[in-house]
């Protein structure tokens, strides 16, 4: 039998919002503006994802998926210091790809299965930072929404099917709608993940990520049935995401 685990994302108030962490056999999805830590956050579970945890996970391999080539192997170093793991073993338990365009970003979800499947319960993470860039750029019209969204959703239901069969937590990293409002509460309104309907049914559990002051951000739970809707602030640090 499948037992789901957590992965901490290396801030114990970001793991209680996410009622314990990152989980396996579902799609968990964070989005937010530019520098609000999404690709540290993807950086840091990377690395927590090797490490044992609670209820007997033992730790294990990671795939990363990059569609904005932002994968940096520099910061993986100091986050492994901040845990004190071994820098080499760490880079090397992290299976890599770039994606070039939405369908190459498809297809490479044929080579994560099959290497999953090759290295039997090894892997535990799969990270796509981030879903959307590439579909915006290859449907770019209104004419090619309905095509887009077509293959939005066959992507997210392969990526699902993966979690559940392989029993990986599936980390996702979106965007937000970009229209420039000067007015606080409408800005909360006009901010909204990209992907619309799709993504919304396709995500688990989704987390909404703002600036705050200095390096600290804001995370709050974004439209779920089972977890509370509440905020908690967390930093992005030298160590990756931190308390
Ligand atoms: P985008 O939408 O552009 O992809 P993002 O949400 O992925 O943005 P990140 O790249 O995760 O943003 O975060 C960038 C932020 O992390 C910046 O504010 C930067 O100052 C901070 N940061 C990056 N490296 C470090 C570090 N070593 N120590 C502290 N803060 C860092
Ligand atoms: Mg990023």
């Known amino acids: 039998r499948k037992m789901v685990f957590k992965l901490s994302t290396g801030s114990d108030k970001l793991d209680k919002l996410l009622g314990g962490g990152v989980e396996s056999m579902s799609i968990t999805e964070v989005f937010g503006e530019f520098r609000t830590g999404k690709t540290q956050l ?37 986050i492994s210091d901040r845990f004190n793991l071994d820098q080499t073993a760490v880079m090397e338990n992290i299976l890599y790809a770039r994606a070039y365009n939405s369908e190459h970003q498809f297809e490479l979800l044929n080579s994560v299965a099959a290497k999953f499947h090759e290295e039997a319960g090894i892997f535990k993470l799969l990270i796509v930072d981030s879903i959307m860039a590439l579909f915006r750029v290859d449907f770019n019209g209104i004419g090619e929404l309905a095509d887009r969204q077509n293959k939005l959703g066959q992507m997210m239901s392969r990526l699902q099917k993966i979690s559940e069969e392989f029993n990986v937590a599936v980390f996702i990293t979106n965007q937000i709608t970009s229209e420039f409002n000067n007015n606080q509460n409408l800005l909360e309104e006009t901010h909204k993940p990209v992907g619309g309907n799709i993504l919304a049914h396709a995500s688990t559990t989704r987390i909404a990520l703002k600036k705050g002051k200095g390096n600290k951000r804001i995370a709050k739970v974004y439209d779920s049935p089972d977890l509370e809707e509440c905020e908690i602030t967390y930093i992005i640090t030298n160590g990756g995401i931190a308390d």
């Open 42 to 78: 993807s950086h840091t579970l990377c690395v927590t994802a090797q490490m044992p945890g609670k209820n007997g996970y033992i730790g294990g391999k990671v795939m990363f998926i990059d569609t904005e080539h932002t994968f940096r192997p520099e910061r993986l170093k100091t």
